[in-house]
């Protein structure tokens, strides 16, 4: 059973088309959310870290919410650059400190 | 400053032999995670490393897989009898708290042949 699944699991954008990249988790005891970045070849580059629901955090593109049981990547008006797999994992009471991931979402953005 | 470095890039192994994979933390980080990550799967844990605590082994698959951290610092992930299973793209990650935010080597890419 996923405890964090992501959706969609590929997003075609053309540059400037806003979206946004959905994450929900099952697990109970949230301790944090994390969204990162990664590049093919690459490990996972830190983007932003969630701690409460109602809480949203911002940079550059890129905007990040939370509820009691998803939360959302927005990405306004993306450029080629924003290509990557995104990826969402969750830390909680029962996972002792590691991350749970989902699988992500591969965006492409085209010129 | 320096990120959290993984040796070798690349290994290419052949089923049954043992490798060493190797992890070098951002300096002052106290914790320090492994993960797999294969294709079309999400990341996987492995095992975690908090201070001078008993490491948390509950995600290795197998009892061929083991993980050493020496000094607080360095970690080496250990396949023993490799097989074309643990094929997979290793990643380590450090922390500066058990809650903060992992920061992720480039990982080593495994191949069994």
């Known amino acids: 059973e996923d405890q964090v699944t992501q959706s969609p699991e590929a997003l075609r954008l053309q540059e400037g088309e806003s979206s946004s990249l959905n994450c929900s988790y099952t697990?109970?005891?949230?301790?944090?959310l994390f969204w990162y970045r990664q590049d093919p070849g690459k490990g996972p580059e830190f983007l932003f870290t969630?701690?409460?629901a109602g809480e949203e955090k911002e940079k550059e593109r890129l905007k990040a919410t939370l509820t009691k049981k998803e939360s959302f990547l927005h990405i306004t008006a993306p450029k080629p650059e924003d290509s990557a797999t995104y990826l969402c994992?969750?830390?909680?009471?029962?996972?002792?400190?590691?991350?749970?991931f989902g699988k992500g979402t591969k965006l492409s953005v085209k010129p | 400053g320096a990120g959290v470095s993984q040796s070798p890039s690349n290994k290419v192994t052949e089923k049954g032999k043992d490798v060493e994979l190797r992890c070098d933390p951002i300096?002052?980080?106290?914790?320090l995670y492994w993960y797999r990550q294969s294709l079309g799967q999400g990341l996987e844990f492995l095992i975690y490393?908090?201070?001078?605590?008993?490491?948390?082994k509950s995600g290795l698959p197998s009892d061929r897989f083991s993980a050493e951290r020496t000094g607080g610092s360095v970690s080496t992930l250990t396949i023993q009898r490799t097989q074309q299973e643990d094929s997979a793209v290793y990643l380590c990650?450090?922390?500066?708290?058990?809650?903060?935010?992992?920061?992720f080597g480039p990982g080593t890419r495994l191949t069994v042949t």
């Open positions: 990650a450090s922390s500066n708290d058990r809650e903060g935010e992992q920061y």
């Open positions: 697990v109970s005891g949230l301790r944090g």
């Open positions: 969630l701690y409460s």
């Open positions: 994992a969750v830390s909680y009471g029962g996972s002792q400190g590691n991350l749970i």
């Open positions: 300096s002052g980080h106290t914790a």
């Open positions: 490393f908090q201070g001078n605590s008993a490491p948390d």
